[in-house]
């Protein structure tokens, strides 16, 4: 009888392993899905500018925190929680202590600031200084 | 020892008969053993992989809708692809699920009825559904009972150094659809939606402070949702320990102001 030829068996060989390749990139294709949320959107929900905006907003009220009414501090701070609820969906506290810290050639004022919208929660405390017509000698 | 030692070994009895019929067996064993379990298995990760792909793209939708309704955009298009079932939208009139808020305004009980209206996805092949309801995106499988919330909705408690006031703000997402049209999709679509109204917003009308705030779920009894939103209520993530719970309903005591908010997001077209 004639000798069998084994020479081409490493065709079959090649043969397995690309099935068995094929079958672990269709796996991995079935794995593959598309994001929910892109960093760019969890960037973008940050709120930065609403911090910024209202931060600003409340040290130019401190300025002249002084010359104001009783009731026209309590309506500036009203309006500045009413308008952020309102648009920004935020939450927003702040007390304005004139004088709470001395030195002899500032007096401060304290104000602090807290702001929460439900995903971002911030607070700051804030010195604002402002020269002592009369500096203490 | 030298007839055994020798590599060319006596080939007498081999047959090449034998040998192909060897050979086409484990050939034929391979294709029954693959079409058998291989793909079978293949398809059922087709299945989870749209399910998966599904509740991503809810996420993604929820995140628009996030858009529409905090950040004041009032028109959004979204690109997507629904595979392995369907997506409908129900309107707020369609839907059964209720939820209920109650808090004490100056003496009497404030009761605020709100339907969320829905878009659910129905996965054909597999057993998942998966909802965008009231902000949130819950998820539940078609022959069980439990249901999870795969994105919660923005609701949160507020307690500052400063004042010390309590507050609690809700966020209700009310769909809406044109002329009361039935959207469905299935396939590549485009989804469109829009807010032009300014939100509703119900709040306490007197600063008496120190109320309670009762939260009531009623889910759609043949898509019920009740155990996610139980998760969410009775978690950390509203407030630190979670609502008490007091019969169907579950309690925020000692509060000082309610904030609830509802927008009215209309899907123009799917």
């Known amino acids: ?137 | 020892m030298s007839k055994h030692g020798n590599f060319r070994m006596d080939e007498c009895a081999v047959s090449e008969s034998i040998g192909f019929i060897i050979i086409f067996s484990i050939v034929i064993a391979g294709i029954g053993l693959v079409s058998l379990y291989g793909y079978p298995m293949l398809l059922q990760h087709q299945i989870g992989a749209d399910e998966r792909t599904m509740e991503q793209t809810m996420i993604t939708i929820q995140n628009d809708m996030k858009l529409l309704s905090y950040s004041n955009v009032p028109y959004k298009d979204t690109a997507l692809r629904v595979s392995g079932g369907a997506m409908s939208v129900y309107e707020t009139a369609d839907t059964n699920q209720d939820f209920e808020f109650e808090w004490l305004d100056n003496g009497t009980w404030n009761d605020l009825h709100f339907s969320p209206g829905e878009l659910r996805y129905v996965s054909d092949q597999g057993t998942a559904v998966i909802s965008f309801e009231n902000g949130a995106v819950v998820r539940r499988q078609q022959d069980a009972s439990g249901s999870v919330m795969l994105a919660e909705p923005r609701w949160f408690y507020d307690d500052n150094e400063i004042t010390h006031k309590k507050t609690v703000v809700i966020f209700l997402t009310a769909l809406k659809t044109k002329n009361n049209r039935d959207l469905s999709l299935n396939g590549i679509g485009n989804l469109q939606m829009s807010r032009l109204e300014e939100p509703k917003v119900h709040e306490l009308s007197s600063s008496v402070g120190n109320t309670d705030l009762r939260v009531k779920y009623t889910p759609d009894g043949s898509n019920d949702y009740s155990q996610a939103w139980h998760n969410y209520f009775t978690g950390s993530s509203i407030i630190q320990g979670g609502l008490d719970i007091q019969g169907d309903y579950y309690v925020i005591e000692g509060i000082d102001q309610v904030i609830v908010k509802q927008y009215n997001i209309t899907i123009t077209n799917i």
């Open chain 1, 1 to 137: 009888m004639e000798r069998l030829n084994d020479e081409g068996q490493w065709i079959v060989l090649m043969g397995f392993m690309v099935c068995v390749g094929i079958f672990f990139l269709a796996l991995i294709i079935t794995q593959s899905t598309v994001v929910g949320q892109t960093t760019s959107e969890a960037v973008l929900e940050f709120p930065k500018t609403e911090i910024q905006d209202t931060r600003s907003e409340i040290i130019d009220i401190a300025k002249d925190w002084e010359t104001y009414t009783t009731a026209k501090r309590t309506n500036l701070m009203d309006d500045l929680k009413v308008i952020s609820m309102a648009r920004k969906n935020a939450v927003v506290e702040c007390s304005i202590t004139p004088g709470a810290v001395n030195d002899s050639y500032y007096s401060y004022t304290r104000i602090i600031i807290h702001y929460n919208n439900g995903v971002t929660e911030y607070d700051e405390t804030f010195l604002l200084s402002q020269p002592l017509s009369q500096p203490i000698p």
